[in-house]
């Protein structure tokens, strides 16, 4: 009899364990399918506000040839994108959503590569850093 509780015991602690182990809170690794949109890695949808109001607005982005892309934060969790060529014609637009949590943020926009990265914002300019490639952005509004 106490060989049985001892088994019981052992196979419902392995089952306890084992369930725990599906969520990560956040700690899954980014382009997992699955969760919801920014994949299992990422944080969700939605902007999660206070604390972070020096994001919202536009930021500009200016590539080596004179494109450039417009970034748009807005306070209900949208972001808005716009690319231009160098002679400033609009050439498409997108829109997505955001989430921040620390210095993390998740950006979720159809046909990106889309899931976790990281920010730094220093006066004027705010640097986006995904998969070890950083890029500045200006403020411009």
């Given at each position: 009899?106490?060989?049985?509780?001892?088994?019981?015991?052992?196979?419902?602690?392995?089952?306890l364990i084992i369930s725990s182990c599906?969520?990560?809170?956040?700690?899954d690794p980014e382009g997992v399918t699955g969760g919801h949109e920014g994949g299992y890695g990422s944080f969700g949808m939605g902007y999660?506000?206070?604390?972070?109001?020096?994001?919202?607005?536009n930021w500009?982005?200016?590539?080596?040839?004179?494109?450039y892309y417009i970034l748009s934060f807005n306070s209900?969790?949208?972001l808005n994108t716009e690319f231009f060529?160098?002679?400033?014609?609009?050439?498409?637009?997108?829109?997505?959503t955001f989430n921040i949590s620390g210095n993390r943020i998740d950006l979720n926009v159809e046909g990106w590569q889309t899931g976790s990265g990281t920010f730094a914002v220093e006066g004027n300019t705010m640097t986006l850093t995904k998969d070890d490639t950083s890029t500045d952005f200006q403020r411009i509004n």
């Open positions: 009899m106490k060989r049985l509780i001892v088994l019981i015991s052992a196979v419902f602690l392995g089952l599906g969520e990560l809170a956040g700690n999660s506000g206070e604390g972070y109001e020096f994001i919202l607005g500009q982005h200016t590539e080596n040839q004179g494109d209900d969790g949208t060529d160098a002679s400033g014609s609009s050439l498409y637009s997108q829109t997505g």
